[in-house]
């Protein structure tokens, strides 16, 4: 049988039984042997021969699975074969088929026809678990063997069945290692499964070491591989640990979490801090970069869990998303993100995780599956958001700012601008925080007129000219204070109870407050900014064309100071890192920027042109410079527009038109120099200067596209005077080519011609192309230049929250203070609270609680949302196509049909005999109800009839409590000897019936300890339940009845007698434990208790008030035909106050397990006889079994 893992399972084998021949059939006793000890069987029905015989008798009664049936069906399924089988051999075969039968809980009939599945191994693995609950008594061990099979087969269908029930009660600890290996082998319904059935991740990650086994288990993957590079980059530069191959050495490198903390930390940004801390536990790390890496735990590292306090920064559900991120495996990634407790963080983070990787990474399509799990979870965090922001705004924008202890101390918005999440940073609950950040303490209801007046008249702010933000709350509070009075005064109650008086934080503004906010606030700042800089640029204008002398005047001198103080602000953003990135990403983000490009090029432009305006020699040169500079600046002027919420997509417009138009020219100039070149060609003759010969073959054919037609293409509009015939003049241009008469040579019919086309295809056709690429980007930004705008404006309004409040020039005093302040005082920077937030750990605890639920509320209104949309997609289809929903359906009962047809008349057979079976019990059961009701007082005494459930784990022999005649006594393998019992089948146990063939083994034939009897003295005793196969009185001491006698000692376990217990001893002999007891040598003997003597003492005085439970004949082993056992079981019900009882607790106490108390259940493992005996106990106590 084809293994699916190459892992080696440690498990008690099944016994698949197909297609056997005479010489396979041999093989029977050795499967029914192994039945016989407890091994599951699977036949497969189909296979031919003696499997098929078995198949079809499975499912019949015992009463009818007779010797003649089992003639017709072997001569049946083996042809011609069947005439050499032997009598005896067929009716030794058909006692064998009925036992097996008989073991319903070890026997798995597969039919291909039937299985849901249509799989052997679901067939092998639902045989071991049928097995393994008739198998209590081997405790979590089995069980444990059957889910490492069902794993490894991911069969998490049986497993939830099967396994996971109401019944057992699984411990987190327990299936850890089921945890570890559903993860490593990358089964994720598993996952969901363990976690649903008590795993808990706390518990299971608590240990460093299963965290290390699953980074030893990630696949091939990028983060591994990148991984690999930084453990050898840093053993090369320790030099500790030589580079070496697999092939050469399984020694590797040592690695620890450190390592992942570094690779994750690359990947999240320099501004995170680590997520683990620094580890003295390390791993051998076995590389080989043409396979794989694996990890395997040093002898030398520490097991100890991690230390309290690293441990209460950690949360179990980030490592476990943070494992499934990195190697891109969406499906345990989903399951671990539902169990992260900082979720929005989670998702955030992923993304900014998984676009680093597919940046970083070669592969192409696994670029691509990163990326679009990296806009899944950007959704996730959206959806979360969503939630968090409509049930509550002032929470949802704490979670934004709030430094996460399990993210590296970084924030939910600081993520989504590194991962470049613009769909979540252009929600509304992100813009409004942004809106209320650029307006600081001034209300965002304020319009923008009455703050530019208040800027100029800041005496208005005394009045309620503005509104500021502390006056709303004011105003909120005054309005609740009013809505709970109102509540007071109507109901009487007293609502205020936790006030505790005036809060300082809610007291009105002070006149000085309000200004200093006023002018505080981003919002003024950059209003301004705007007015200093059109300052700047009317001085700047009137410096260049009315002040512009050799000795720089007053008003040149003003624009150097002003220059100096933006050189000044350039510097300060430059430098200022509130985020942690270090000074390389500070510069990269600031290059990166396009306003800042320009801000860099026009400071360099003026330094350059006033070094050449205080040179005397470069004096001109310095001012065109200066001019150019000036262009620049006012293209600089655009960047204030960008706040505008309506010119503030066209900037983004523009500037991807700017890149379309710059690779349109690379078009353009292929027609341009063609056309230039072969017209001067053409024309003119051997000019030598280079002005003019780019002035021909470039610029006038560039002026051409205009509608700036040359005039020497023409014979009509040639003027000899407008050229210069040698081209000496060089203020005109060479004449074309003349002839005698002073007319042109060249062939007029060919310029013409070549203008038309080149007009044709620039003026048309490229400059048609121009305006559609136009359109066409206009169409493709115009949908995304809104959220593209609300990602960028974030920089504007973080670079004037920082920016002093001072306008430049005025602002070089603000750089002066803070030059002073931090380089020659040294006090530590100012931390602004705006976009980062530290909250106390109370508060935390309770907005992570808040935000794990909304997450369940996201998670509910998908799945919904989901499962309307197919509903609603099913009633969609089926409005649209009615005959292909009745085509599926008339499809769908010819098919059951079919496999009606198909399906074996025993299986009919068996399902309604188990229906028949049914139907009597309930019968029996609803009579009983009946007569209890008729008679007064419902508690009758008559027994209860007993409704056999599949439930029941039974013994081997007991499955069937349909069984007319006695089963153990006729085992083949009589115990104690080497003596085989005569096959005796079900039809031919009554002595009634002729039974020719029989020959029962004697005693006497063997050399064993079995004693035998007088032939004579035999025929005296004959055993009331019928044929055993033995004669004599085998193990038993005397031929006829063996009396025995069984007590049933019970109790209630406490005082309300909810709970019957029941006393067992050790049986010594079977090494099990029994019901206490022993032989009776004669009805009037008192009966010696076996295995303690000292419970005898107790027991004698309360025997004559025991009540008899049972009396007759038992179903023992040891039965032959002439010698039997004969019970009496006595239940002795004990007081718990009585002096018996304390004597008994002693005993109990002090026997070292050879006396337990036990609860009366079904699962009681104790032979069949006295499980029946015990069932009737609990009938008596009105209890269930």
């Known amino acids: 049988m084809a293994r699916r893992d190459t892992t080696v399972w440690r498990l008690n084998y099944v016994a698949v039984w197909r297609n056997a021949s005479l010489e396979s059939i041999l093989g029977m006793k050795t499967i029914y042997n192994a039945m016989l000890n407890g091994t599951p069987c699977v036949i497969l029905e189909g296979s031919g021969r003696i499997a098929d015989v078995i198949a079809q008798v499975a499912g019949l009664p015992l009463t009818r699975v007779t010797i003649a049936l089992i003639h017709q069906l072997m001569k049946k399924f083996f042809g011609q074969e069947y005439e050499n089988f032997p009598d005896l051999k067929i009716i030794e075969w058909t006692k064998k088929i009925q036992d097996i039968i008989r073991m319903s809980h070890l026997l798995t009939i597969f039919r291909i026809s039937e299985d849901n599945h249509g799989d052997v191994d679901v067939a092998i693995l639902q045989a071991l678990l049928k097995a393994s609950r008739s198998s209590e008594s081997l405790g979590i061990t089995c069980w444990k063997r059957q889910l490492e099979l069902a794993i490894a087969w991911n069969r998490v269908d049986i497993a939830e069945t099967e396994i996971f029930t109401e019944e057992r009660q699984w411990k987190s600890s327990d299936l850890h290692w089921a945890m570890l290996s559903a993860l490593v082998g990358n089964k994720p319904r598993f996952v969901s499964l363990l976690l649903e059935n008590g795993v808990s991740l706390r518990d299971f990650l608590q240990d460093e070491a299963n965290l290390y086994k699953l980074y030893k288990g990630l696949p091939s993957c990028i983060f591994l591989r990148k991984l690999a590079k930084r453990v050898q980059s840093c053993c090369s530069k320790r030099k500790a640990f030589p580079i070496k191959s697999r092939a050469h050495s399984e020694q590797g490198e040592m690695i620890s979490m450190t390592h992942v903390s570094d690779e994750v930390r690359h990947l999240l940004g320099s501004y995170t801090q680590a997520l683990y801390p620094p580890s003295k536990k390390t791993n051998h790390f076995n590389m080989s970069m043409e396979t794989s890496v694996s990890l395997s735990q040093s002898p030398t590292s520490s097991q100890a869990p991690l230390r309290e306090d690293v441990a209460a920064q950690r949360d179990p559900g980030r490592d476990l998303f943070l494992w499934a991120v990195v190697q891109n495996n969406k499906e345990l990634a989903e399951i671990a993100w539902e169990q992260c407790r900082d979720c929005m963080s989670a998702a955030l983070a992923a993304s900014k995780i998984l676009k680093t990787m597919a940046e970083e990474g070669s592969d192409a399509d696994e670029a ?236 360099l432009l003026f330094v350059i042109g006033l070094a050449f305006r205080l040179t005397t020699e470069l004096f001109y040169a310095g001012k065109i410079l200066l001019c150019i500079d000036f262009v620049v600046f006012c293209l600089r002027l655009m960047a204030i527009f960008t706040i505008s919420r309506t010119l503030g997509p066209k900037i983004i417009i523009v ?148 920016r002093p409040a001072a306008p430049p020039p005025f602002i070089i005093f603000s750089h002066l203070y803070l030059f002073i302040r931090n380089m020659v005082i040294c006090k530590p920077p ?141 085992q083949f393998h009589y115990p104690n000897s080497n003596v085989a019992r005569f096959p005796v089948p079900e039809e031919k146990v009554p002595w009634e019936v002729s039974f020719s063939s029989y020959n029962p083994a004697c005693p006497e034939d063997s050399e064993d300890h079995v004693d035998g009897s007088e032939s004579e003295a035999l025929d005296n005793y004959r055993n009331p339940a019928g044929r055993t196969g033995i004669r004599g009185r085998g193990a038993l001491s005397h031929l006829g009845p063996n009396l025995n006698v069984d007590f049933v000692l019970t109790r209630w376990r406490d005082c309300d007698g909810s709970v019957l217990e029941y006393l067992v001893v050790r049986d010594e002999s079977q090494e099990s434990m029994a019901l206490p007891g022993g032989t009776v040598q004669s009805a009037d003997h008192t009966p010696l208790i076996r295995t303690c003597m000292k419970l005898y003492e107790e027991v004698n005085a309360k025997v004559s008030e025991g009540t008899k439970v049972f009396e007759g004949y038992v179903d023992d082993c040891r039965n032959t035909d002439n010698a039997w056992v004969e019970t009496t079981v006595l239940n002795i019900h004990l007081d718990r106050t009585s002096q018996v009882m304390k004597d008994i607790d002693s005993m109990v106490a002090s026997s070292h397990g050879a006396l337990q108390w036990r609860e009366v259940s079904g699962k009681t493992r104790l032979s069949s006889n006295q499980r029946d005996s015990l069932r009737k106990v609990a009938e008596l106590h009105n209890r269930k079994f």
């Open 655 to 802: 500037r991807r038109m700017m890149m379309d138009m710059f690779f349109f020219m690379f078009l353009l100039s292929i027609w341009v120099v063609a056309y230039g070149v072969a017209k001067q060609g053409i024309l003119i003759q051997n000019d030598n200067r280079l002005e003019w010969i780019v002035r021909g073959a470039i610029y006038e054919p560039y002026l051409i596209i205009f509608g700036n037609f040359p005039s020497n293409i023409d014979y009509a509009a040639f003027d000899i005077n407008s050229c210069s015939i040698n081209g000496t003049d060089p203020l005109k241009p060479k004449c074309p080519v003349l002839n005698e008469n002073q007319t042109p040579v060249f062939p007029e019919w060919l310029t013409i011609i070549m203008l038309c086309i080149y007009l044709l295809f620039a003026n048309i056709l490229l400059l048609n192309l121009l305006i559609a690429i136009f359109n066409f980007t206009f169409q493709q930004v115009q949908d995304n230049t809104d959220r593209i705008w609300k990602f960028q404006r974030y920089e504007l309004i973080k670079e004037y929250h920082s």
């Open 830 to 970: 100012i931390i602004s609270k705006e976009f980062k937030r530290e909250l106390p750990q109370m508060e935390e605890e309770e907005l992570l609680s808040w935000e794990a639920l909304m997450k369940d509320r996201y998670l509910l209104s998908t799945q919904q949302e989901q499962s309307q949309s197919m509903e609603r997609h099913i009633l969609e289809t089926a409005q649209k196509h009615p005959h292909c929903v009745c085509f599926l359906r008339v499809t769908t009962i010819t098919d059951r049909l079919e496999r009606g047809d198909e399906t074996s008349s025993a299986a009919m057979v068996q399902r309604l005999a188990r229906l028949e079976e049914q139907v009597v019990q309930s019968a029996k059961a609803l009579q009983w109800i009946m007569d209890s009701l008729k008679r007064p007082g419902f508690a009758a005494k008559e027994t209860q009839p007993t409704l056999t459930t599949t439930d029941e784990s039974p013994d081997i022999y007991t499955s069937e409590k349909e069984d007319r005649f006695h089963v153990n006594a006729r």
């Open 368 to 603: 691509e599956d990163m990326q679009e799990l990296a806009n899944h979870y950007e959704k996730h965090a959206i959806g979360v958001f969503s939630e968090c922001h409509n049930s509550d705004e002032e929470r949802a924008q704490k979670l934004l700012v709030r430094a996460s202890p399990f993210w590296g101390r970084t924030t939910c918005l600081r993520l989504a601008l590194e991962a470049d999440n613009k769909s979540f940073i252009s929600q509304s609950g992100v813009q409004a925080l942004l809106t209320q950040i650029w307006c600081g303490e001034l209300s965002v209801v304020n319009p923008v007129w009455r703050v530019l007046i208040c800027m100029v008249f800041f005496p208005l702010i005394c009045t309620d000219f503005l509104v500021f933000r502390r006056d709303e709350v004011i105003q909120r509070d005054a309005a609740k204070n009013e809505e709970i009075k109102t509540v007071e005064t109507v109901t009487g109650s007293t609502i205020r109870t936790n006030y505790l008086g005036p809060d300082p934080s809610r007291e009105p503004l002070h006149s000085w407050s309000k200004l200093v906010y006023l002018y505080s606030s981003p919002q003024v700042k950059f209003y301004w900014n705007i007015v200093s800089y059109f300052a700047f640029l009317f001085l700047f204008a009137v410096v260049l064309m009315i002040d512009f002398q050799a000795t720089p005047s007053a008003g040149e001198l003003l624009l150097y100071i002003w220059l100096l103080s933006l050189v000044c602000e350039e510097v300060r953003q430059l430098f200022y890192d509130p985020d942690g990135f270090g000074f390389r990403k500070k510069a990269r983000i600031y290059i990166n920027d396009l306003w800042n490009i320009l801000d860099v090029l026009s400071i």
